[in-house]
């Protein structure tokens, strides 16, 4: 959705070097010319669908063309992720023959192999993978935790992306059923509830407008919240993007923290929920600031931090003894919506980037939700669609 032009036109060139050498193999492997008639006219359609999705704008248009896009990109890759293993596979295979050998036939088939289950794998993760919702229990230590917060059940969700959902609420309505069947003593938000504008959430207000927990419902912004992925005829149009992002949240009854601080109450003992605007490393831009939130950090108050991007706690807060937060919340990296066997390309771009972490002196933690939605690509291959229930203990 948001690859830059010049890199979606490199990848239309590679995809053409790797059609010309199917199309070359098939014929000359290939008794039957219809295997390389259908190579040579499948990629040709595929070459123009891709070209059709280049000059569809990304910031402009409505959520319909939007989703055209995002669709139109995850088949082209569908189809080419695995040609690329096929011909990888199959090159390799080749190896012997500048020996004057036999190719390896068998590296060859399973390349094939791999590239169709892959293939499965994709579209397993668009239709069915990213509705299937998971529920991670974790428990959580805190020094000095007041006893009457101890077994406090904070339930987390993040990354609703609605946009892509477009106007069906089947799924944020089984999502909100499931939040709500979880008993959460609090539930929390961590952000990017729309693609680009405001509207995508309307919707879905009235489902959302279902979660309830004894201590509230909270939410923070994140990156994709403030309309900075479309384009806007003045600072007054975007400004009336929040206003209505604003709004929705009020009709939800979900109270946006806009860095500020909430006190919890349990009896005679509270505790400080802390919520920042977007805070995260280049490109995404900062709005928000945890002095301005709560400008004691370093006081003896029980703190949790909602925060969307968790490079905030990595940059600020792990490595500072000052930063007396206890747990930080965020989410925002999707896992790049890729996670097989614990392992996700995310951990190539964030060094948290989903489960609980720990500051090297044991006193601060942070976990990064994956999110419930998807934004890209609709799909998701494992990184399956997230609710955490975090368990708080007193530590000993």
């Known amino acids: 959705m948001r690859a ?7 990848l ?4 053409l070097a790797v059609d010309i050498y199917i199309y070359v193999q098939s014929r000359h492997r290939c008794h039957r010319r219809v295997w390389s008639k259908l190579q040579g006219v499948t990629a ?4 123009v669908l891709m070209i059709v999705e280049m000059c569809m704008p990304a910031r402009e248009g409505g959520d319909s063309q939007l989703l055209g896009k995002m669709w139109i990109l995850f088949g082209y890759l569908s189809v080419y992720i695995p040609k690329y293993i096929a011909v990888i596979f199959d090159l390799i295979a080749s190896l012997p023959l500048l ?12 390349g094939i192999a791999l590239s169709i289950v892959l293939f499965g794998g994709l579209w397993w993760g668009a239709l069915i993978n990213r509705f299937r919702i998971q529920v991670t229990n974790i428990e959580v230590p805190v020094a000095n935790l007041p006893e009457s917060f101890s077994n406090l059940r904070i339930v987390q969700f993040s990354d609703l992306h609605t946009g892509t959902f477009n106007t069906d609420t089947t799924y944020v309505s089984k999502l909100v059923d499931r939040l709500n069947s979880l008993n959460p003593d609090l539930i929390v938000f961590t952000g990017d509830i729309v693609n680009r504008r405001s509207n995508e959430v309307l919707p879905f207000v009235k489902p959302l407008s279902r979660l309830h927990a004894p201590l509230g ?4 912004l994140g990156n994709h919240d403030y309309g900075d992925y479309s384009e806007w005829p003045s600072e007054m149009a975007k400004r009336a993007n929040m206003e209505m992002l ?10 946006l923290l806009l860095n500020e601080t909430v006190q919890l109450r349990r009896g005679n003992d509270s505790i400080a929920l802390i919520g920042v605007e977007n805070i995260g490393d280049p490109p995404f831009k900062t709005y928000g600031s945890l002095r301005t939130a709560y ?5 003896g108050t029980t703190k949790i931090l909602l925060t969307h991007n968790p490079q905030h706690w990595v940059d600020s807060i792990a490595g500072d003894p000052q930063a007396n937060i206890a747990l930080t919340l965020s989410g925002h990296t999707h896992a790049m919506q890729i996670e097989i066997a614990g392992l996700s390309p995310a951990a190539f771009r964030y060094e948290t980037w989903g ?5 090297p002196d044991n006193n601060r933690r942070l976990y990064v939700n994956i999110g419930s939605g998807t934004v890209g690509i609709p799909m998701r291959l494992g990184a399956t669609p997230e609710i955490t229930v975090l368990t708080l203990k007193r530590a000993d």
């Not at 020996?99 to 399973?110: C, G, Q, V, Y």
């Not at 400008?295 to 006081?299: A, E, K, L, R, S």
């Open 12 to 15: 239309l060139l590679v995809n």
């Open 44 to 47: 040709m359609l595929l070459a």
């Open 295 to 299: 400008p004691t950090v370093n006081d």
């Open 99 to 110: 020996w004057k050998r036999k190719r390896f036939k068998p590296l060859t088939k399973t």
């Open 246 to 255: 604003f709004d929705a949240y009020r009709h939800t009854g979900m109270q």
């Open 355 to 359: 489960g609980l972490y720990t500051s």
């Open 217 to 220: 419902v909270y939410a923070i």
């Open 4 to 10: 830059p032009f010049v890199i979606l036109l490199i």
